[in-house]
T-cell receptor
Framework: KAGVTQTPRYLIKTRGQQVTLSCSPI?????VSWYQQTPGQGLQFLFE???????NKGNFPGRFSGRQFSNSRSEMNVSTLELGDSALYLC?????????????FGEGSWLTVV | DQQVKQNSPSLSVQEGRISILNCDYT??????FLWYKKYPAEGPTFLIS?????DKNEDGRFTVFLNKSAKHLSLHIVPSQPGDSAVYFC???????????FGPGTRLSVLP
């Protein structure tokens, strides 16, 4: 079956703009989580959605937001972009939420802020 | 404060030999641990996991060992192959949901 699909794969934005990233989970998966990967910070958790509700949130400013639709697809939005937001944004999906749940990652969206 | 540590940023191993990647954690509330492999420009790929009620889990060439008292886990790859060259992330999850924490990663190079 198809894996986690993220779009767009690559994008360049300027400071102050906003960006929306999209994630389609594996069919049947109801949990979608988002991560930011930078060379200096490694993988950091942004937030998780399950059945259209945000279940968990990491330590990121309010400029980072997300939502999940009834078909489990999810979007992540970053407003007022800063240079430091340049990173690989990864989406992951799993069947449900909670311990013991294997999480599958998409290939990521590379965001460059100039 | 890093809750999940991978103290070796890089490791080189000869093809056919054993690769041992180590991971330490500080939060005793972690219940579930996972290893991911990541190639450049790709998302992490799940490798193997272990629950805190076990001390070993094996899947083909990959074995994960967990020492709860030492808050330490390790990933063994036997035999190592050049295609195993990648960055390996250790991740830990508590009983509070998907908010799991990644280590900084260890870059494994398997030399032919």
């Amino acid at each position: 079956k198809a894996g986690v699909t993220q779009t767009p794969r690559y994008l360049i934005k300027t400071r102050g703009q906003q960006v929306t990233l999209s994630c389609s989970p594996i069919s049947g998966h109801r949990s979608v989580s988002w991560y930011q990967q930078t060379p200096g910070q490694g993988l950091q958790f942004l937030f998780e959605y399950f059945s259209e509700t945000q279940r968990n949130k990491g330590n990121f400013p309010g400029r980072f937001s997300g939502r999940q639709f009834s078909n489990s697809r999810s979007e992540m939005n970053v407003s007022t972009l800063e240079l430091g937001d340049s990173a690989l944004y990864l989406c992951a999906s799993s069947l449900w939420t909670g311990v013991g749940n294997t999480i599958y990652f998409g290939e990521g969206s590379w965001l460059t802020v100039v | 404060d890093q809750q999940v540590k991978q103290n070796s940023p890089s490791l080189s191993v000869q093809e056919g030999r054993i690769s041992i990647l180590n991971c330490d954690y500080t939060n005793s509330m972690f219940d579930y641990f996972l290893w991911y492999k990541k190639y450049p420009a790709e998302g992490p790929t799940f490798l193997i996991s272990i629950s805190s009620i076990k001390d070993k889990n094996e899947d083909g060439r990959f074995t994960v060992f967990l020492n709860k008292s030492a808050k330490h886990l390790s990933l063994h790859i036997v035999p190592s192959q050049p295609g195993d060259s990648a960055v390996y992330f250790c991740a830990a999850m508590g009983n509070y949901g998907q908010n799991f924490v990644f280590g900084p990663g260890t870059r494994l190079s398997v030399l032919p």
